[in-house]
């Protein structure tokens, strides 16, 4: 009875798997930090995409139920037991993973990782999403195409940062600064701190937009500012007046996407992510790409420095053309 | 003796005799094992490969390890549910030691130092101020847990000495681990504790009845303590194999691994009530475990569903006995 039992259940799970491997294809595994995630289901999406366009590859979609080293190791193991040809991982630990995907490839195994990286002896690429130029240079062309809309030829805008301290906001700004250079007809008249509060971040938009009369756009590279910076314009009701623009999530702006408070604004783009991670891997199993440049397909071609890290492209511009589209994945 | 050792393994709301002509419960996880490896090699052309299936026993050796005194814990009537905050703790200061430039003996002493700290402090608590061990390790799981935090906020610790990492990752034989061989080593040092000593008979005593064990001149409390100092024992020992096969530490190193330690323990046919268990039972249990989830590891099963066969298998298993009672029962009755 009890064995009957075991037989039925072990058949029930059988009945979950394609089962059927073609010797020719290419395996690629794609490892993500847990399942059940909007942003990894999006970047699964773009996987099958870059399966369909290659034609010979077999994606299989794996991660942990919760978001822990020890689980992705053990997924490691029996992707490494099934030798598949190569494991692409968003992990949740950059240093955990090393060991075991070391072995992955001491048994020929292709790594890459791609989002959230491990440590270099674990893989042989590493895929970010977009580089630090590249983000603080969308940051300023999304300024200036707010400018563009309210059809004026040249205008000002205003930074509105996480804390003083946060490195990332500091870098961008940074390279904000750079190619400003690139825009003669902008200028940045100043740089406000929200601490990425939600109350604090309302305040210092609010004085920005009171200090600056003349205040055309706010680009906020902090998903808590850009919103804060988006509610405070409209609820001085300067909607068409001031835009807000930066880094934020589809979903937490769709609305001010469409009241008009945002005109645009950026992030990375989950299903090119996991479209590119696809290609990358595939292109190092069959051999393609050198030491410093991999093609990715639709995305051109990666550019590996000596760190082996790479960025995929600039962040991914939404509008109210794409922005619903997304706001149900992340 | 064997015949004691028969009788003392059916849990007490079972007579023996009703479960006559009933195989043995390990001979069951034996044949379940079996079963499992046909269907793995039937369904899965990478099972049956030394390399592969030596890769899988990774997943559960540490875990296994702290399964021994549990089992012997959960016999004697108590749990421990901060096996795994002990890991993190334990981890966390093999850490800070060998950032302070400790040589692997010391890193691996540290470790283990720390374990059984951990576990007599449970044993303490448990036996001086008569707290129920569940709350007790309720306590002491977000008490452990919460120091490493404080100590490693969320940094993480690689600074490991080298010939570290031979504990969790290197081989003693072919394709024998080191992870393993201890593993094997430790379930006769338990197999021949529980069922080859005294200490082993009063453990199956306290779980049975503890006040007629304290009144037969068992030092009941001693007992306890040293059961649970054990179990810390062993945690540290865990933490040092975990440690190296991750090469690093982090506080949320081991996470929720207590549930899967206990599922192992009573899948194994020891009664969660106390008094009966076997060790042979708990590391067929163990294997089994092992095999299922590797199996389905290979069949790229998603973890959910994993979750899920693993549940039932347990509800399955554990609820068996009492059916097939309940079945004879009817039986004799309608005659």
Redesign the interface.
Known sequence: MKTKLITVLLTCATLFTSGAYAADQVRVALLVKALGIGFFEAAYRGAEEASKELGDVKIIYTGPTSTTAEGQIEIINSLIAQRVDAIAVSANDADALVPSLRKAQQRGIKVISWDSGVGKAGRQIHLNPSSNSLIGEMNVQLAADAIKVKGKSSGTFAILSATPTSTNQNIWIGEMKKSLSKFPNLTLVDTVYGDDLADKSFREATALIKNYPDLDVIVAPTTVGILAAAQAVSDMGLTGKVYVTGLGLPSELAGHVHSGAIHSFAIWNPIDLGYSATMLAYNLVKGKGSKTEVPMGRMGTLEVDSNGDGAMAKPFVYDASNVDQFSSIF | MDTIIKKSTTPDALSTSRLQGFLRWET?LI??VF??CV?NSY????FL?PW?LS??T??FTEKALIALPMAMLIIAKEIDISVAAIISLSSTLMGLVAQMGAPVYGVVFVGVLVGSACGLFNGVLVTRFKIPSIVVTIGTMSLFRGISYILLGDQ?V?DYPDGF?FF??GYVYWVFSFELVLFVLFALLFYWLLHRTTFGRYTYAIGNNPTASYYSGIKVDKHRLTLFTLVGVMSGIAAVL?TS????T?P??????ELSIITMVVLGGVSILGGSGTIGGVVLAVILMGL????????????????I?VG??LI??VS?PVL?TLYKNSLKHSK
């Open positions: 069951f044949l379940i079963l499992v269907m369904l899965s052309p990478y490969d592969n890769d899988a990774f997943n993480v690689r990492e969790g990752q975990l096969r991750l090469g690093s982090r949320s190193i081991a996470m929720g691994w299922v989830t590797f199996g389905m590891g290979l069949l790229n099963i998603p973890g959910i569903v994993m979750t066969i039932v298998m399955v298993v068996l097939i």
